[in-house]
Every structure is written in structure tokens, then in C-alpha cells.
């Protein structure tokens, strides 16, 4: 008896945590983020300060629900990091949220249909994130400009959400970043088990345990590990290729 009761519970409670969600977006994108509009120091840092802070807090109430698990392994990386292009794979619809309340600085490159969604859109815009329909030399401009502020870039190489058991095939665009601006790049696996909001899986699909997430960040690979100041493209490829093969040696005993 207890055990459909659970399940009930966290169906309940995860459609709560999606209103929250979408609504508190709206709230903010209408009501809080234009008043820090009237302070036009800083203010992409501004607005993307309180962001990380709203996904902290957001991220407290579903572990404070019952409805997820968090295991973190190399908190204090992510922490001071600066400046850094930061890459995971993509298994749970939450991995987004994980990882922009974990760090600084936080700067994504979205899905362009994201710039005008009803509820996230006026967010998306306010935070001056980086739309992914830019022109490629605009887009690689606007990378290298918040990297230079110090900004961090979160990218998922894989374009959408994975399927469960399926290893990780990464786009190229991570890797052209990467060449052309020579910046760091920060791995993070993330897992999730069960699975639970993967891709083409309704919100109310919960699962039959509580799911638990974990991230673990690798260690930091410098400009100088993966260019050889010949053919930047074939840099790119080379780089795809070794990424994949760190993710798929990492994800292959999960």
C-alpha cells in the first residue's frame, strides 16, 4: 500500500516543481529581473547571479520534496572556476539546472526556440545567454567575449538529451569553440538512476525509486593538450574523438 501512495505522492510533487518552475520564470522575467535592469553596471552578471542563486534554491526544494538525490563530486572545481568551457553529457532534462546552480558565472548557449517561449524566453533574453542560430562567427565572438570576462560556457555536445544506455555522440560545435578560442575545457559526467526526464518522456512518468543524480568533474584539459598549430578542423575532429572516448570509458560500467 505504502509504495503506490509514494509513487502518487511524487507524481503530485514533481507536477508542483514543474509549475514552480515555469511560473517562477515568468515571475522573474516580468516582475524581478527589470528592476535590475535600472542598474546597468553589471548587469548580465547581475541577472546571472541570481539566476545560479533561484536554481539553488530550486534545486533544495526537489531534494527537500523527496523527489531526487544529489551526489557531487568536485563541488569546489566548478566553484572557482573562471573563464572555462564546461561540457557534460546529457542523460535527465535536469542536468541544465545542476549545473547552472553550480557555477559561477554561468553562461549557456541555448536552443534559439528558447528565446521566445512564453514562460523562459524574457529569463533567456535578460541573461544575454548565447542563441545557437547565431551566425557561426557571431557566435564564436559572443564565446570569446564572456570568456574573456570570465564567464563560464556550459555546452552539451550532444545537442539534446540521450537516451538511457545509449553512449554519447558529441557535435562538433564544442570543438570549434574550443580551437578557435583555445580556452580550457572542463569535463562533467552526469548520471542519473534510475532515469527519469530523458528524452521523449513525459514529466509524469516518474520512476519507481527516487532517482539519483551524480556529477563528477574531471580534471581541467588545457589549450595546449588538444591543438597542434596545424589544421585547426582536424584539431576539432581529434578532439571529438577523444571526448567521446572519455565519456564512453566513464558512462560504460553505469
Not at 520534496?65 to 535536469?94: F, K, M, V, W, Y
Not at 574531471?218 to 572519455?246: F, I, K, N, P, Q
Amino acid at each position: 500500500m505504502l509504495k503506490p501512495l509514494e509513487h502518487l505522492y511524487r507524481q503530485a510533487a514533481t507536477g508542483f516543481a514543474f509549475a514552480c518552475f515555469f511560473l517562477g520564470g515568468s515571475v522573474l522575467a516580468a516582475v524581478v529581473l527589470p528592476v535590475l535592469g535600472w542598474f546597468p553596471h553589471h548587469r548580465r552578471q547581475r541577472v546571472q547571479g541570481l539566476l545560479r542563486g533561484v536554481f539553488r534554491i530550486y534545486l533544495s526544494m526537489l531534494r527537500g520534496l523527496g523527489l531526487i538525490r544529489l551526489d557531487i563530486e568536485g563541488r569546489g572545481t566548478l566553484r572557482h572556476c573562471q573563464g572555462r568551457l564546461i561540457i557534460a553529457n546529457h542523460p535527465s532534462l535536469l542536468d541544465v539546472v545542476i549545473l547552472m546552480a553550480l557555477t559561477p558565472n554561468a553562461q549557456c548557449i541555448i536552443k534559439h526556440e528558447l528565446w521566445n517561449n512564453p514562460f523562459l524566453g524574457g529569463v533567456m533574453r535578460r541573461a544575454e545567454y548565447i542563441r545557437n542560430d547565431l551566425e557561426g562567427g557571431a557566435l564564436i565572438e559572443a564565446c570569446r567575449r564572456s570568456l574573456d570576462e570570465g564567464g563560464n560556457i556550459i555546452v552539451f555536445p550532444e545537442g539534446t538529451r540521450s537516451r538511457p544506455g545509449v553512449m554519447p555522440r558529441f557535435h562538433r560545435g564544442f570543438a570549434n569553440i574550443a580551437t578557435l578560442t583555445q580556452v580550457e575545457i572542463l569535463p562533467v559526467v552526469i548520471t542519473c538512476d534510475p532515469p527519469t526526464l530523458t528524452k521523449g518522456e513525459r514529466w509524469w512518468v516518474v520512476p519507481a525509486t527516487r532517482p539519483t543524480f551524480r556529477v563528477v568533474v574531471g580534471e581541467c584539459l588545457e589549450a595546449d593538450g588538444y591543438m597542434t598549430d596545424r589544421y585547426r578542423s582536424m584539431d576539432s575532429r581529434r578532439l571529438v574523438a577523444r571526448m567521446e572516448a572519455y565519456y564512453a570509458e566513464r558512462l560504460a560500467n553505469v
